[in-house]
């Protein structure tokens, strides 16, 4: 089944793919000039992507209006539906603020979730029409069967979310998996100024044993964070530096150079962030920062 499901996920690509570029546009241009709303939809604030707490509100939500329509609680199942589309449209916003700096084969899957999640809430609000033009009729079972027939929209909505952050990684920390060791290993930066030391005023990239780290060096100081950016693996040490800050190329994601805070999204975890010191025969060494 799981073969049969994923074949037809992929067979959407070929509308999702065009559709996916020409939303990320639109969005992009209206999200990037206000990155302090921006950052509240993603969930920097609460080190969690906002869109992943606010789905499980419409679809909790939703499921019981099938279970109040059942029941026959006419009234309780009319006010669920209202409380559903109203979360489910608090959902897409996050959403639509995630899917804005999301790329490649997440922002295709995204598409195919984004859509079905629009059709389901376009059948729920036929649904609520239906329901208030036929409270006291025979029509209220058309009414009831067109949310039911959402609600297993929304569920084919979610099943295809769900990949995008499981089986694709999309708004997952980059560093998720990353120990903790704060074990003290030689630095080899890969490109040094004339004098041998690391070149100043820019990013650098070094190797600290399996790590990639990218470097800032200012006078005797040497700062540093991993070079994979938590976001989606942007190139740190192909960004630029600004207000002490390293900024992501891929998607302008700010960290904080002294601890990997981040200070602006659409990350919403902070940077592995590393000390680093001159060893006695001239060369350097480095250690992760406890978190
Ligand atoms: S990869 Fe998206 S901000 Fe760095």
């Known amino acids: 089944m799981d073969r049969w499901l994923a ?10 793919r065009p559709l996916g570029d020409f939303n990320h546009r639109w969005l992009r241009a209206l999200f990037r000039p206000m990155p302090a709303i921006r950052d509240l939809l993603n969930g920097r604030w609460l080190g969690h992507p906002l869109h992943g707490v606010l789905t499980d509100a419409p679809i909790g939500i939703l499921f019981l209006v099938i279970v109040l329509d059942v029941l026959d609680l006419r ?12 979360t489910m449209l608090a959902a897409a916003v996050t959403g639509a603020a995630d899917y804005s700096d999301t790329d490649g084969t997440a922002r295709v899957r995204a598409t195919v979730h984004s859509t079905l999640m629009v059709v389901a809430l376009v059948v729920y609000v036929a649904s609520l029409a239906l329901r208030g033009s036929s409270a006291a009729g025979d029509d209220r079972a058309v009414a009831v ?26 708004m997952v920390s980059r560093h998720a998996f990353r120990g903790a060791g704060t ?4 630095l080899e930066p ?15 990239k070094a190797k600290l044993g399996i790590n990639t780290l990218a470097l800032v060096r200012e006078g005797d100081t040497v700062l540093a964070l991993h070079d994979t950016c938590a976001h989606a693996g942007g190139p740190l040490s192909e960004g630029t530096i600004e207000d002490g800050c390293l ?16 200070r602006r999204g659409p990350t919403v975890y902070d940077q592995p962030a590393y000390e680093v010191r001159r060893t006695e ?6 250690r992760r920062r406890p978190s």
């Open 7 to 16: 074949r037809i996920i992929v067979a959407q690509d070929r509308w999702a």
């Open 75 to 86: 009234s309780a199942a009319d006010v669920a539906l209202v409380v559903g589309i109203l």
């Open 145 to 170: 069967w067109t949310s039911v027939v959402a609600f297993l929209i929304l569920a084919a909505g979610a099943y295809v979310g769900g990949d995008v952050v499981y089986a694709l990684g999309n």
């Open 183 to 186: 074990k003290w290993i030689a």
């Open 190 to 204: 890969a490109e040094r100024d004339e004098a041998g030391d690391i070149p100043e005023g820019r990013p650098v």
């Open 247 to 262: 900024v992501c190329p891929w998607h302008a994601s700010k960290y904080r150079l002294t601890d990997g805070r981040a």
């Open 281 to 286: 025969a001239g060369g350097w060494e480095a």
